[in-house]
């Protein structure tokens, strides 16, 4: 596994620092149609709010994630959720940074026709084209160039991730025995959405954002869009994942064999994370008659598992080793 430690020691500022209203209000301004106010602050716009290993995040790159974000899920109509909202981006922009640097120190690049894929999958996600997504984008004054730049950084950042999990025969054979054992047992399709915690501290931030997921859900948000804003680790497929009760963590299995089909759980917390959890449907485990399609089964859900730890471990080190510099 590769160890991103060519910075120095970071310079770090707590997660939770509010963003100043003024950035705010200017973020708001670049979400309208109209110009205006946006060339009257011109030299606020270029102000670089983040230097991530030297390399800067100005207003205006925060600005154009933040109109992305609204225009793909909605803007927050407390004051309070949008300095979050602006945060929750900054952040978003500060780990890609980071994610891409260590791909260009590793060479690694993406194919134009794998990007153009997965601009069609994100498309898709909003029920679109990519043409007819692209023009909404353009009538909304985003540029496709914003989500070019997201989609760069998420594919590199896969191949990385896929480039050093392993799946070991050892684990895959363990898992067929477990899908064996667990023939006629519940099993469960479900989307997740993941906020790692690690420490007292951190934890204590979670467990409040968690709480307030859970409420816009209450109030009707889309679950499908929070995970994609929030969920930390890979996503969940569009249609769900199917999960075996045996197969995660216990609190999580107690959750899920009491929630109803289509209901979203509280927050569940586990050891490292903590869950907010969508229940689409309910089976008995069957195992495929097939050898080599019990092996594909046991191989996706031991790749899975991994490459959620590997994500979470290469993500702390591109942190810990980086110099992240928040002028805010």
């Given at each position: 596994?590769?160890?991103?430690s060519e910075s120095p020691t970071p310079l770090r500022a707590p997660r939770s620092?509010?963003?100043?209203?003024?950035?705010?209000?200017?973020?708001?301004?670049?979400?309208?149609?109209?110009?205006?106010?946006?060339?009257?602050?011109?030299?606020?716009i270029t102000r670089v709010v983040a230097v991530v290993n030297d390399e800067p995040?100005?207003?205006?790159?925060?600005?154009?994630?933040?109109?992305?974000?609204?225009?793909?899920?909605?803007?927050?109509?407390?004051?309070?959720?949008?300095?979050?909202?602006?945060?929750?981006?900054?952040?978003?922009?500060?780990?890609?940074?980071?994610?891409?640097?260590?791909?260009?120190?590793?060479?690694?690049?993406?194919?134009?026709?794998?990007?153009?894929?997965?601009?069609?999958?994100?498309?898709?996600?909003?029920?679109?084209?990519?043409?007819?997504?692209?023009?909404?984008?353009?009538?909304?004054?985003?540029?496709?160039?914003?989500?070019?730049?997201?989609?760069?950084?998420?594919?590199?950042?896969?191949?990385?991730?896929?480039?050093?999990?392993?799946?070991?025969?050892?684990?895959?054979?363990?898992?067929?025995?477990?899908?064996?054992?667990?023939?006629?047992?519940?099993?469960?399709?479900?989307?997740?959405?993941?906020?790692?915690?690690?420490?007292?501290?951190?934890?204590?931030?979670?467990?409040?954002?968690?709480?307030?997921?859970?409420?816009?859900?209450?109030?009707?948000?889309?679950?499908?869009?929070?995970?994609?804003?929030?969920?930390?680790?890979?996503?969940?497929?569009?249609?769900?994942?199917?999960?075996?009760?045996?197969?995660?963590?216990?609190?999580?299995?107690?959750?899920?064999?009491?929630?109803?089909?289509?209901?979203?759980?509280?927050?569940?917390?586990?050891?490292?994370?903590?869950?907010?959890?969508?229940?689409?449907?309910?089976?008995?485990?069957?195992?495929?008659?097939?050898?080599a399609a019990l092996r594909r089964q046991a191989e996706e859900l031991v790749f899975?598992?991994?490459?959620?730890?590997?994500?979470?471990?290469?993500?702390?080190?591109?942190?810990?080793?980086?110099?992240?510099?928040?002028?805010?």
């Open positions: 596994m590769p160890r991103f620092r509010p963003i100043p209203f003024r950035l705010v209000v200017l973020c708001g301004v670049l979400l309208t149609s109209s110009t205006g106010p946006a060339l009257a602050q011109e030299q606020e995040i100005s207003v205006l790159d925060l600005a154009a994630r933040v109109r992305l974000t609204v225009a793909t899920l909605g803007a927050p109509q407390d004051e309070g959720e949008r300095e979050l909202m602006v945060q929750e981006v900054l952040e978003t922009l500060i780990d890609e940074r980071l994610k891409v640097q260590a791909a260009e120190r590793l060479s690694v690049e993406i194919r134009g026709s794998e990007a153009e894929a997965a601009y069609g999958r994100y498309a898709g996600t909003f029920g679109m084209e990519p043409d007819a997504f692209t023009q909404t984008l353009r009538q909304q004054g985003i540029s496709e160039v914003t989500v070019w730049s997201k989609i760069d950084a998420d594919l590199r950042w896969g191949r990385i991730i896929r480039g050093q999990v392993v799946v070991a025969p050892d684990a895959v054979e363990a898992e067929i025995a477990g899908i064996r054992a667990a023939e006629g047992q519940p099993e469960y399709r479900i989307r997740r959405i993941v906020l790692l915690a690690d420490g007292d501290s951190d934890r204590a931030r979670v467990r409040e954002d968690a709480a307030r997921l859970r409420e816009e859900l209450e109030a009707g948000a889309d679950f499908q869009q929070l995970a994609l804003r929030h969920s930390q680790g890979l996503q969940d497929s569009p249609g769900g994942n199917w999960v075996r009760g045996d197969a995660v963590d216990p609190v999580l299995a107690e959750v899920l064999a009491r929630l109803d089909e289509g209901a979203v759980s509280d927050p569940v917390e586990t050891a490292g994370a903590i869950y907010l959890v969508l229940l689409l449907d309910r089976r008995a485990v069957t195992v495929p008659g097939d050898e899975r598992r991994n490459a959620l730890t590997t994500n979470r471990t290469l993500v702390r080190q591109l942190r810990a080793s980086a110099l992240i510099d928040r002028r805010l």
